[in-house]
């Protein structure tokens, strides 16, 4: 179907750019670009529920530094 569209110039620039880039038609970015932007909208993603299993204790022992790895390893490996 053919229509007429008016299109921000920087905008057409790069989506024209993209498509001498790719090798692509500027109908074809277009349409690709729409699909997307629709598609998104159309189906938000919805996050799955997870439950978290958890202990009991007295928490992280004093001096564990949770953000480094290698410490936790070697508090691990003793």
Do not use: H, W, Y
């Amino acid at each position: 179907m053919r229509t007429t569209v008016r299109l921000d110039d920087d905008l057409l620039a790069q989506a024209k750019r993209e498509a001498a880039d790719t090798g692509r038609t500027l109908t074809a970015v277009l349409e690709d670009a729409l699909r997307e932007s629709l598609a998104r909208r159309a189906s938000p993603a919805k996050a799955k529920s997870i439950r978290l299993k958890t202990f009991k204790g007295e928490g992280v022992r004093a001096g564990v530094d949770l953000d480094d790895n290698a410490s936790l390893l070697n508090l691990m490996d003793s």
